[in-house]
């Protein structure tokens, strides 16, 4: 379709593109070279071209014309195809080839997506479905800051896929099939004998009736041995013990309920239970490939490069979590045809994924290469940490209490809105929703805006201050872009249609180029698996935009329905960066 190849893209694309075929032009010869687009690191245009120092040596030898590098630079920019996007280049330095986009072209690109919508800008990848395997807690225990992380990082990047039109399952792969199950339904028998006529689960809190079943675990041998082999009845499908199960499962699931509603974030259950059935057929697959070796009673994977090899079938005929997620993968290949399967855990569990991808590269269900499609990821992430620098823990060092955590967030910001006087002017409702947007927000913007490998130190203070690289200082400069808007007095739908950008002033054109960028930001930060690059690109997009509001005066000046076009522009895509991230946008304070 036409608007599919007017839509924007990432602008060094574009501009790879053009040099592309200035490359082909130029060097006929040489037809391996790639377009090296950079943004431009001097003040001398937007965008550099740095291939003409890496192109000289290959060259040099073969009786070339050229005089060295900058020669090679002035050929490539003077081969560049007429394109409307350019206002100007130059070559500078050993040859770069520096290139400044046409303000005139930023500014109608704007103007289109104000009217078409910001899909305009939605990255174009080449796949149609993806797994995204995210949250993923383990039934029975307590949701903990880890699995926070893990359902944060995830959302965002399956919010990213689909921005970028990609059909995500969203799946949470939790962990229901332990062996601890055993130990749980046999204690559920022995405390409450008539568990299955009452209305109501008498577990009541899940985490006691586990630590409880865990002393008489470890101190009872029968009761051990009751256990072990309520197992088996369990995985042999026996009903009454499929029923305590569900039972139990029901309880923890309503628990993690509670936290994905505060969030906001949507998953579809597919714990390890699913994929019990189909783990024997899976296995045969491999096996009749030659893949797997009997070792020291166990069946096992050998993986080239890792010492120990990956057991699928323990010692006592068992399954274990790796039999679980080959078949899951298998499953996800070949039933759901999912292109890309994308891992989110700590960085504890890398070499669990690094065997099973390298497993599935061995049976040949994942081509050799990482970038070729389907592709699997796992996207690590490090620990949360206390003020201490330890693992983040409460007083009693127990596991934080997600709920409690998300609460605590809420009820700050609440009280720092209260302490503004926002009680008087708003009504409850409105207190309390912008309370949310703003704690649950903060808590996830400061997991998300750093890299998801360091370890970071979760601190309230930090997270909520309404100054630096926070939601809060985020969400108050995008309410402060919407006040601008609604003092103007103007209808933005209308000035749309009548009003025309324009871009002269220099943090104009600096904002108006920043909002483009948009593109290339959230496609960068989609394909690299990187949260933290779509952070940075909304904290400069504030920071351009506050620059531009100190020195370019809005209301009542010749300009002004152009610039009430750059602040709405600046809005939406704020509030796109934010859905993007998973954050509630507030509209005034
Ligand atoms: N339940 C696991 C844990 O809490 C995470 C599962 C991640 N997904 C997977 N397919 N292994 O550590």
Redesign the pocket.
């Known amino acids: 379709m036409a608007r599919d190849e007017e839509s924007l893209g990432s602008l060094k694309k574009k501009l790879a593109e053009l040099f592309e075929v200035s490359l082909r032009v130029t060097f006929p010869t040489e037809t391996d070279v790639e377009p090296l687009v950079a943004v431009c690191t001097g003040n001398f245009g937007d965008y550099q071209c740095n291939n003409a120092m890496s192109l000289w040596p290959r060259i040099k030898g073969k009786g070339t014309a050229f005089r060295g590098p900058p020669a090679v630079g002035q050929a490539l920019m003077k081969n560049i195809p007429p394109s409307e996007m350019i206002e100007s280049c130059s070559v500078a330095g050993p040859g770069f080839v520096n290139v400044k986009l046409s303000k005139s072209w930023v500014a109608k690109n704007i103007q289109k997506m104000l009217t078409r919508g910001i899909g305009e800008w939605a990255p174009k990848l080449r796949i149609k479905r993806a797994v995204v395997?995210?949250s993923?807690?383990?039934i029975a225990?307590e949701m903990h800051v880890?699995?926070l992380r893990?359902t944060i990082i995830g959302d965002t990047l399956a919010r990213m896929l689909e921005f970028s039109n990609v059909q995500v399952l969203r799946?949470n792969?939790?962990?229901d099939w332990g062996t601890q199950f055993g130990m749980l339904i046999e204690f559920l028998f022995e405390k409450f004998p008539d568990w299955e006529d009452a209305s109501e689960t008498p577990i009541g809190d899940l985490q006691a009736f586990y630590k409880e079943s865990k002393q008489r675990f470890d101190n009872d041998h029968d009761f051990l041995e009751r256990a072990r082999k309520a197992v088996v009845k369990l995985q042999g499908g026996e009903p009454k013990y499929r029923k305590a199960w569900a039972q139990i499962c029901d309880i923890s699931r309503k628990e993690f309920d509670k936290v994905y509603k505060c969030l906001g974030v949507t998953l579809e259950e597919k714990g390890?239970s699913f994929y019990n059935p189909f783990i024997p057929g899976v296995l045969e697959k491999l096996s009749n490939l030659g893949l797997m070796e009997e070792n020291q009673g166990a069946r096992v994977i050998f993986i080239e490069g890792i010492s120990i090899p990956l057991i699928v079938v323990k010692s006592d005929g068992g399954y274990n979590?790796a039999s679980?997620?080959l078949t899951?993968l298998w499953y996800r290949l070949n039933e759901e045809k999912a292109e890309w399967i994308i891992?989110?855990?700590?960085v504890g569990?890398s070499q669990?994924?690094e065997m099973v991808f390298k497993a599935a590269k061995r049976a040949g269900w994942l081509p050799p290469e990482n970038n070729s499609y389907p592709r699997v990821n796992h996207v690590g992430f490090g620990l949360v940490l206390g003020e201490d620098g330890k693992r983040f823990r409460t007083r009693n060092t127990e596991v934080v209490r997600l709920v409690d955590l998300l609460d605590e967030a809420k009820r700050r910001s609440k009280d720092a809105l209260i302490e503004r006087g926002k009680d008087k002017e708003w009504t409850e409702e409105e207190l309390e929703e912008t309370a949310k947007a703003i704690g649950y927000g903060a808590v996830k913007y400061a997991d998300l805006k750093n890299n998801r490998l360091t370890n970071y130190t979760f601190n309230f203070d930090q997270m909520l201050n309404d100054k630096g690289n926070t939601a809060v200082y985020l969400l108050y400069a995008h309410a402060r872009i919407c006040s601008i808007i609604r003092k103007s007095g103007k209808e933005i739908e209308e000035l749309k249609k009548t009003a025309v950008i324009s871009l002269d002033h220099p943090d104009e054109r600096a904002l108006g180029l920043h909002l483009l960028q948009f593109a290339e930001s959230v496609e960068e930060a989609c394909t690299n698996l990187l949260p933290n690059v779509l952070c940075e690109y909304l904290y400069n997009l504030s920071e351009n935009f506050t620059k531009f509001y100190s020195n370019c005066q809005v209301i009542g000046k010749p300009e002004e329905a152009s610039r009430l076009l750059l602040c709405e522009a600046t809005a939406v895509v704020m509030r796109q960066c934010f859905h993007l991230l998973g954050i509630e946008p507030v509209y005034k304070i």
Do not use: I, M, W
Not at 343 to 346: E, F, N, R, S
């Open positions: 395997d995210f993923s807690p383990n225990k880890g699995n893990s799946r792969h939790v962990g390890e979590y679980t997620d899951a891992y989110l855990t700590d569990q669990h994924f």
